[in-house]
Nanobody, 123 residues
């Protein structure tokens, strides 16, 4: 049973940066694709970024492309989401999730979820 724990959220001013971490335990995460999702109040959960198990595949939501970078360190069982030039519309609870091998943009395709971390971009 894979367990995921997110960290690194917080309050930043618009234009600021944060790095989220998703640490996996209870198994090795290198055979899993890891996705980052976010959910703002009153909105549906949406896929932000994903990295495949092979690390060769990365996907991004169009609105974050060029500002966010996903990476993974399999030796540490950790996936990172570097977020730069944050905007107020990036404000949401961010979740990481895992599924075998390949990325999917759909939350229902993921088998394991973290508890979420709040990101707020506001002046």
């Amino acid at each position: 049973q894979l367990r995921l724990v997110e960290s690194g959220g917080g309050l930043v001013q618009p234009g600021g940066s944060l790095t989220l971490s998703c640490a996996a335990s209870g198994g090795t995460s290198d055979s899993y694709a890891i996705g980052w999702f976010r959910q703002a109040p009153g909105k549906e959960r949406e896929g932000v970024s994903c990295i495949g198990s092979s690390e060769r595949t990365t996907d991004y939501l169009i609105s974050v492309e060029g500002r966010f970078t996903i990476s993974r360190d399999n030796a540490k069982n950790t996936v990172y989401l570097q977020m730069n030039s944050l905007k107020p519309e990036d404000t949401a609870v961010y979740y990481c999730a895992a599924r075998k091998l390949y990325c999917s943009p759909f939350p229902h395709d993921y088998d394991y979820w973290g508890q979420g971390t709040q990101v707020t971009a506001s002046s």
